[in-house]
T-cell receptor, first 106, second 114 residues
Framework: KNEVEQSPQNLTAQEGEFITINCSYSVGISALHWLQQHPGGGIVSLFMLSSGKKKHGRLIATINIQEKHSSLHITASHPRDSAVYICAAGGNQFYFGTGTSLTVIP | NAGVTQTPKFQVLKTGQSMTLQCAQDMNHNSMYWYRQDPGMGLRLIYYSASEGTTDKGEVPNGYNVSRLNKREFSLRLESAAPSQTSVYFC?????????????FGQGTRLTVV
């Protein structure tokens, strides 16, 4: 069983497109993280959410606690956004999704 | 610079060899974690340490041991490496901020066991 499910698994977009990545979780959480991993690289936390919505530049993350669902949106996508995006839900321990591999084509 | 530092970045071992992965954080975080990342699977927890002096098994602890040397350092040891332990290993640390958790990850160690 997967405590955290992400969709889609793979996503290819044209530069400038609006992108949405979805995350559903079945565990109780105190926080949900959206992480970014570039090929061969480390993992960076983009957002930590416990409610509502957060925005950093072109990235927007939302969470609906009642529906146990979160989305990551990228506006005006750019090739440098190409990476794997990982949803992690939990508190003291995290449960991770398998990631969404995003490729943005110029 | 604040963050989580892992060493080494790359390692090739022969089956049966041993090695220790080192992890250190300078953010005064209480909790530290070791994960492995395999293709097609999410990060899986190997061991974690909620505080200095304590360690607990995660989802996939077999074949590994850990040591929380002090608040800063959390090492992962493979006593007798097996090809199934070929993976990318990530160390992480977390801090509770109000009711939320900040999380920081190391750059990863790419381990190949031949």
């Amino acid at each position: 069983k997967n405590e955290v499910e992400q969709s889609p698994q793979n996503l290819t977009a044209q530069e400038g497109e609006f992108i949405t990545i979805n995350c559903s979780y079945s565990v109780g959480i105190s926080a949900l993280h959206w992480l970014q991993q570039h090929p061969g690289g480390g993992i960076v936390s983009l957002f930590m959410l416990s409610s509502g919505k957060k925005k950093h530049g072109r990235l927007i993350a939302t969470i609906n606690i009642q529906e146990k669902h979160s989305s990551l949106h990228i506006t005006a996508s750019h090739p440098r956004d190409s990476a794997v995006y990982i949803c992690a839900a939990g508190g003291n321990q995290f449960y991770f999704g398998t990631g969404t591999s995003l490729t943005v084509i110029p | 610079n604040a963050g989580v530092t892992q060493t080494p970045k790359f390692q090739v071992l022969k089956t049966g060899q041993s090695m220790t992965l080192q992890c250190a954080q300078d953010m005064n975080h209480n909790s530290m974690y070791w994960y492995r990342q395999d293709p097609g699977m999410g990060l899986r927890l190997i061991y974690y340490s909620a505080s200095e002096g304590t360690t607990d098994k995660g989802e996939v602890p077999n074949g590994y041991n850990v040591s929380r040397l002090n608040k800063r350092e959390f090492s992962l040891r493979l006593e007798s490496a097996a090809p199934s332990q070929t993976s990318v290993y990530f160390c992480a640390s977390t801090l509770w901020v109000d009711v939320n958790t900040e999380a920081f990850f190391g750059q990863g160690t790419r381990l190949t066991v031949v």
